[in-house]
């Protein structure tokens, strides 16, 4: 179709790992909270008694909702269904408690030891996040049918800027609702987009791993000479080792299964 996805690597971690790894905890505790919540407050409350690890996909399940999307969309005036269920904001481990929304059971079900002594929740965002990058999954796949050997190729024309956008929503949902991007990660996509990315998302780690953007070939040549300049010679890199960080590569084809006789 005409697109690369270039890649870039930013070597030096722009945050130390303990943090991101204890982010990355944080994170976790939240996302049985939140599972733990929308579960009691569903039409299915009985599935919060599996001995299973539950996840944000048996929520939606629980809420009998076919897309995850829809958990965030409402036809009611009282707002979607995380709206309901989950305040705007900071919870803190003792409003969790006080109000009934959870036990220190349930709580004590979510912790690890190295996230035992937390107190604030933000468990509304991570909620956002994470069915709204389903529903952006989901999408992307379905606006990429038409390139398959049945698909239609009329719907092509806009693909790109489609595809792109849902990849710079990805990349604003990470960095404001999931907190896994950092500010050198965030002007690394800036600098791309700037540079004529037609969408481009942190990918891999985060907390300084890659960015992966949807260039025109056309645009390439600009597009690299562009982020070595803007963004690693002016923090130190040389030239050799900015060519080393930037690379070029194709769309393959996705996950699938071979069947052997």
Sequence with gaps: NGKNLLSLVDLPA???IPYGIEH???????LYRVVQLLIKQSLDPELNTSTRPLCLADAQQAWKQARPGL???SEQTDGS????CLKVGVDTRDQLLMDGRMTVNDL???LT???KNMTEFKLRARAEHVYAEAERTLAFYDLCQPLTAAGDTSL?????????ELMNRSQESCAKLYECSCPALDDLVNVCKSAGAIGSRLTGAGWGGCT???????DLTHFMHQIRRDYYEKRGFSQFEADQLVFVSKPGPPAGVMLVD
Aim: charge should be negative; hydrophobic fraction near 45%; charged fraction near 15%.
């Design 108 to 110: 004590d079900l979510c």
């Design 71 to 73: 958990m965030l969309t």
């Design 113 to 115: 030891p190295t996230t």
């Design 81 to 84: 269904i995380v709206e309901r």
């Design 24 to 30: 990355l905890l944080n994170i976790t505790s939240c």
């Design 14 to 16: 722009p945050v130390q």
């Design 156 to 164: 092509l024309a806009d693909l790109p800027q489609k595809l792109g």
């Design 212 to 218: 992966v953007s949807l260039v025109p070939v056309t």
